[in-house]
């Protein structure tokens, strides 16, 4: 049995529901908590993987699905269910079947706002319940905002999601809105119990649009996200290995420099696969698809939106993050630019720094250890030729990936946008003829995606220009 079915937890979360009743409107929320501003300890200390929740096998997924929430906490599983099987509409989308479904997405928010406020305070020292509650908690967020009209300029999230999702959210040390990690990390099973791990086998379990034309496009996209996870994870290994090379100070320095040569072709091959892996997706997710029914449901509270979010019971939300997922919130590229010194301009570096407020605090404080290990790499490749030569060979295949990357990037977000038949993210309207939606394309965590994307491949370059 469970922790979750014992009564005396039971009968706790239900006279803290009691207490909050009567008590004062909880305290303003910012992310991230202090512990996580400072830099870890091990910085200085070997590498370890298993010290930032890095399984040996499966990377930064956990090593076994995450399970449903039970107990108390089911009623918030089985509304996510009702969402799924409702095959609830875009609020924006004013096709005659997403009008005919106006009501049932009104019965289910209804039934979203009766929802009591759970403490979830019993589980908060469980990490992998806390994991599933936010990706359920953020889900529902998001299912509730996007199905709803656009009717006034703000949208109040009702406090049976929003005060649990903060909560949950500074004991994980991560943006209370849906992030990448709900969406691919936290997010999967394997097709049967004998299945090996793999993104082949992976299914994922919550989609926006579960039984619906673009189901196999969203789950295909996370299929591809998980792929280039998963290689990710060889990548960060060879990332270990490296700095193991450099904690040896008795090696000589042609063993030193000869294995540090081998380690960074290693790691060239690796980042080529993300390239074939990213150019996979073209055959696995059409671009209509993904950017009028998959990446609408992503947008979080962008000011080009044209409706602000609330969060009800939350007094002060100006320090909340809540951009919504984006690829740039997996630490794969992360880590190869904190380790490599890839210093991103004004461009791109306010927003790489924004993105790490939405991993798990865990992979923050492994790119800040990648980051102190930068100096000592660069000194060793001022050294060798042979090793900076295989360093700037990294480098430009990360440049050929971002490349690949701006160009995925207008097939998907930009061209549709010009000839969206559904939804504009910045017009909020939908047509049945096709039209030109004004301003900017961004992408799914509210950047301006083409110059986001041009600037980070350019501070690549320049890196691999410096090795020269």
């Not at 150019?279 to 696995?284: N, P």
Request: one cysteine or more; aromatic letters at 8%.
């Amino acid at each position: 049995m469970s922790f979750l079915q014992k009564p005396f937890l039971i009968l706790a979360a239900l006279w803290s529901y009691f207490v909050s009743l009567f008590s004062s409107s909880p305290r303003a929320i910012q992310l991230p908590p202090d512990d996580v501003e400072k830099a870890p300890s091990s910085c200085n200390e070997p590498f370890n993987l298993s010290a930032y929740d890095f399984d040996e096998k499966t990377g930064a997924f956990p090593n076994q699905p995450l399970e449903r929430l039970t107990g108390i906490y089911s009623v918030y599983e089985e509304i996510l269910d009702d969402a799924m099987d409702r095959r609830l509409s875009l609020g924006e989308d004013e096709s005659e079947e997403a009008v005919a479904q106006r009501q049932t997405g009104e019965e289910w928010r209804q039934k979203v706002r009766m929802i009591e406020v759970l403490d979830f305070t019993p589980i908060k020292n469980e990490r992998r319940l806390l994991q599933r509650s936010h990706h359920v908690l953020a889900f529902l967020v998001h299912f509730y905002v996007h199905s709803t009209p656009k009717s006034s300029p703000e949208i109040v999230i009702p406090k049976s999601l929003s005060r649990p999702l903060v909560d949950v959210s500074r004991w994980l040390g991560i943006a209370p809105v849906l992030t990448y990690a709900d969406t691919v990390l936290w997010n999967w099973s394997l097709r049967g119990s004998g299945e090996s791990f793999s993104s082949a086998n992976m299914v994922f379990r919550t989609l926006f649009n579960a039984s619906t034309d673009a189901d196999v496009d969203e789950t295909e996209f996370y299929r591809c996200c998980a792929w280039i996870e998963l290689r990710g994870l060889d990548s960060t290994k060879i990332i270990a290995k490296i700095l193991d090379l450099l904690d040896k100070q008795h090696c000589d320095k042609a063993t030193l420099h000869s294995q540090l040569t081998q380690q960074f072709q290693d790691l060239s091959v690796a980042v080529q696969d993300f390239t074939h892996i990213l150019l996979s997706v073209r055959a696995r997710c059409q671009p209509e698809a993904f950017y009028s029914s998959i990446r609408p449901w992503y947008r979080g509270d962008d000011p080009a939106d044209g409706r602000r979010w609330v969060y009800e019971g939350i007094q002060d939300m100006s320090s909340l993050p809540l951009s919504g997922p984006s690829a740039g919130q997996t630490t794969t590229l992360h880590a190869l630019d904190a380790l490599l010194g890839v210093e991103h301009g004004e461009d791109s570096k306010e927003f790489m720094e924004k993105m790490l407020e939405y991993m798990p605090k865990e992979q923050r404080m492994m790119l800040m250890h990648l980051r102190a290990q930068a100096p000592r790499l660069r000194k060793i490749m001022e050294e060798s030729p042979e090793v900076r030569a295989a360093y700037r060979e990294v480098l430009k295949v990360m440049t050929d990936f971002r490349t690949e990357h701006v160009k995925v990037a207008v097939r998907y977000v930009v061209s549709p946008k010009k000839t969206a038949q559904l939804v504009c993210p910045f017009s909020g309207a939908q047509a049945s003829s096709q039209r030109q939606c004004p301003g900017k394309s961004r992408g799914t965590g509210g950047n301006e995606l083409s110059k986001l994307l041009k600037a980070s491949r350019d501070a690549t370059k320049k890196s691999a220009q410096w090795a020269s």
